[in-house]
Every structure is written in C-alpha cells, then in structure tokens.
C-alpha cells in the first residue's frame, strides 16, 4: 500500500475555488470600475457581498495521481466560502479556515484566524504499482493559523495585492510535524463581470513532516523488494508554485452574486526532501502541474 505524501486533499478545491475564491476578490474590486471616466452610468445593484453571503462551488482538476507522481487522472470536489456576521470562512480540501477580523473602510485590509485540516493520506492505491507498494500512512489532523495583509488600488482603482502566511501542525498524536506557507498574489478586475490574477507561493517542512511523509524506512524499502532504496528525509523547503487564474460571472456583475466559472493553471516545483525522496526521484517528477476549472453560486 501507499506511503506517499499527502496529496493536497481534493486538489481541485484550488480552482473550485476559483468560483469560490475569485468571487471573493472579484467583487471587492469590481465597484471601483463604476469610477472610471468616460464610462455611462450603470443601475444601482444591491450587492450580495454587503452583508452576509456564501458562495458553493463545485469543480473539476486534471492533477497528479499524488503529489510528485507523473501520472494525472481527473478530481472532482466541491467548496464553500462566505462571511457571517462579519466573520469570513472558507473550505480547503476537507478543512476549514477561518477570519476573524471584520473588513474595515479604507483600502488595507488584515485578516487572522484559525484553520483545522484533515489529511488523508492513504487514499487507497495508486497508480504507480512500486510507491504502491509501500506500507501504509495514518491520515492526520493539522491545526494551525493564517494571517494576511491585502492593499487595494495598487496600480489601479480595480487591482489588490495581498500577502498571506500560514502554518500548521498534526494534533493527531501521529507525529508528522509542522508545515508553514507564504503566498503573494496580485488580483485584478478586468470588468464588472470578469477578473484575473496570479500568485506565487512556497512552503516548508520540519524534520518531523519530512520523516512522516518523504523518509523510506528499511520496511518500506523491503515491501518494494528493494525497489526503493532507504532514504532518511530531512526538514527544509517542500516547494515553490506559480498560479494563475481567470474567472467571469455569468450575468456580467460580480456584486449581484448568482453564477460564475473560473480556471486556474498551477505550476509546482518540490524541492529539498519533498524532491529527493525516491517516490518523487525514481518513480515521479518533481515538476507538478494542475489543471482546474469551478462553477459556483453566489447568495
């Protein structure tokens, strides 16, 4: 059975999200649009995000069997985002997370707030019959928190910059350790109806995360029939990532909600253990790319 790295629990919930996540940026930007010179008057819109709001979105992902596999096959999950009394939550993968700062006037906005992850990493076979091979994981836990800054009308009235850092640790008594992330992304609306943006991100492990997930134990090595050699894993960066995406509503104005689709394209580089590992090194490809698309509804 499998001892693969996690893979990021229903990957698709980066472009599901799409519908999910773009909305979000989208319709904070969107009203500057009305701004603009030499544009006629639009309508008065009561603006579905002005208050309370959730957004479902179902998708579709053509990724990695596992993270650091070659072989792709298509995922399908679902997500949800909204706000509530002006606390702000979003699903991510079979997790949730949470902003417990209210957005205020002006154009910097903060945002902290817990996260709670369920990783489950034997997910059954995979399709490299070798890595297969390997004795089986425990799913995990992960606990943690995020933080984050964003500026609005960086270059324009309808752009944002935003810059995030989180991290996690496995309270589930397995002892996978700690992982962290920072992520900067520029988001900009191209129209009341449509927006783009791209982000750029890195994450890294400690010794224990490395040894749960990356190290090859001599039990391992032998349920492979020494097809995998003994490889002890060790902390440091996991990866490096470039995303880009692209969202439109489907009646032309974000701030009225309804439905939207979005895509996304993601392109990851495993590094340190996460690379080295022989179930990336001899059996995968430290070069991961993903392919998603999300519909959602807004109200």
């Known amino acids: 059975m499998n001892q693969i790295a996690p893979t990021r629990t229903l990957l698709t919930a980066a ?42 979105a179902l998708g579709a992902g053509y990724v990695p069997d596992y993270e650091g596999a070659d072989e792709y096959g298509v995922q399908i999950g679902g997500a949800v985002r909204g706000s509530v009394e002006g606390i702000a939550f979003k699903t991510s993968g079979i997790g949730l997370e949470l902003d417990l700062i209210p957005n205020l006037p002006g154009d910097v906005e903060l945002s902290f707030g817990p996260e709670i992850q369920y990783s489950a990493v034997r997910t059954g076979s995979v399709k490299d019959e070798i890595v297969d091979m390997l004795p089986e994981l425990d ?46 992304s520029y988001f900009t609306a191209l129209s009341k109806g449509m927006g ?32 995998l050699p003994v490889y002890e ?42 690379a080295e590992t022989p179930i990336v090194s001899m059996r995968g490809d430290r070069d991961q790319f993903m392919f998603l698309a999300g519909v959602g509804y807004a109200f």
């Not at 992960?142 to 640790?169: C, Q």
């Not at 224990?208 to 032998?222: F, H, L, N, Q, R």
Request: with cysteine.
């Open 139 to 184: 799913s995990t836990i992960e606990l943690g928190f995020s933080a984050g800054i964003s500026k609005k009308n960086l270059i324009t009235p309808v752009d944002s910059l935003a810059l995030s850092y989180g991290m996690r640790w496995d309270v589930s008594g397995k002892g996978a350790g700690r992982q962290s992330r920072v992520s900067l």
């Open 233 to 274: 894993a060790e902390s440091g960066m996991k990866d490096w990532d470039v995303k880009a995406y692209w969202g439109m509503d489907l009646d032309g104005d974000f701030r009225n909600g309804g439905f939207g689709i979005a895509t996304s394209v993601v392109y990851e580089r495993l590094q340190g253990s996460a």
């Open 15 to 56: 472009a599901i999200a799409a519908a999910c996540a773009f909305s979000g940026n989208a319709h904070a930007n969107v009203a500057a649009i009305d701004r603009q010179p030499l544009r006629l008057e639009q309508p008065d819109l009561e603006e579905v995000y002005d208050g309370d709001y959730v957004i479902v």
């Open 196 to 227: 783009a943006g791209v982000s750029v991100g890195a994450s890294w492990h400690d010794d224990k995360w490395a040894d749960y997930y990356y190290t090859i134990t001599p039990e391992g090595s032998a349920a492979t029939d020494g097809a």
